[in-house]
């Protein structure tokens, strides 16, 4: 990902409103599930958005999750022995967890 610098403008319009609809409580919220669903060993992100994105990121925290929902030895994610740092192989983990989570019931759209 490209390094950008200041948004002007329609850009700065647009990145304040999206900022201005981020809720930390939610967060806080949706981080707490994941870690009872999954367990101590996902860890937890640093707080705010960016910290938060960057831990679902590389796809590994909603695979585990995905497949904590599954009893063992079905478990429809393959989660590698080391996180993905290539872009295309995060990718290909969220892919995993998306086609996974409409085969669980997820409504595509």
Do not use: H
Not at 74 to 85: H, Q, W
């Amino acid at each position: 990902m490209a390094n950008k610098g200041p948004a002007y403008g329609m850009s700065r319009d647009v990145q304040s409103k999206i900022e201005k609809k981020y809720d930390d409580e939610l967060e806080d919220r949706l981080v707490e599930w994941i870690v009872a669903q999954c367990g101590a060993a996902v860890g937890r992100p640093e707080r705010g958005r960016l910290g938060f994105q960057v831990w679902l990121k590389n796809g590994i925290v909603l695979s585990r999750l995905v497949n904590s929902l599954y009893p063992d030895g079905s478990k429809p994610v393959k989660i590698p022995d080391t996180p993905p740092t290539m872009v295309f192989k995060q990718m290909e983990q969220i892919a995993q967890f998306l086609k996974a989570a409409e085969d669980y019931g997820v409504v595509k759209t």
